[in-house]
């Protein structure tokens, strides 16, 4: 998808090997105490009642992580989604 585009072009200074999250690291930032967002406030960059897109697209559906309420969700391809890049 276009996300993985974004991050794979993205420069920051000297930094240039940016990628989208694998679900695992977007699921290490959810705080389980919390809810609406489920999330500590220290990301607070993050879309806190939005979706971020993970790597792992197939032809057809992907997965993103909801902060809303901190889970995974399977979504298609033309759903919308934000993106946080990482390196």
């Known amino acids: ?3 993985g585009l974004l991050c ?8 240039f090997d940016w990628r989208l999250p694998t679900a695992r690291e ?4 959810v705080d389980d105490a919390r809810s609406e967002p489920a999330l500590d406030p220290v990301f607070a960059g993050t879309p806190a009642e939005g ?4 790597q792992g697209a197939s032809d057809e559906v992907t997965r ?15 759903s919308r ?4 890049c990482v390196h």
Do not use: C, K, M, Y
Request: proline share 3%; charged share 25%.
């Open 1 to 3: 998808p276009v996300a």
């Open 8 to 15: 794979r072009d993205a420069r920051t200074g000297d930094v």
């Open 26 to 29: 977007l699921q290490s930032i």
């Open 51 to 54: 979706r971020l897109w993970i």
């Open 64 to 78: 993103v992580v909801s902060f809303s309420r901190g889970v995974l969700e399977e979504v298609g391809l033309g």
């Open 81 to 84: 989604a934000g993106v946080r």
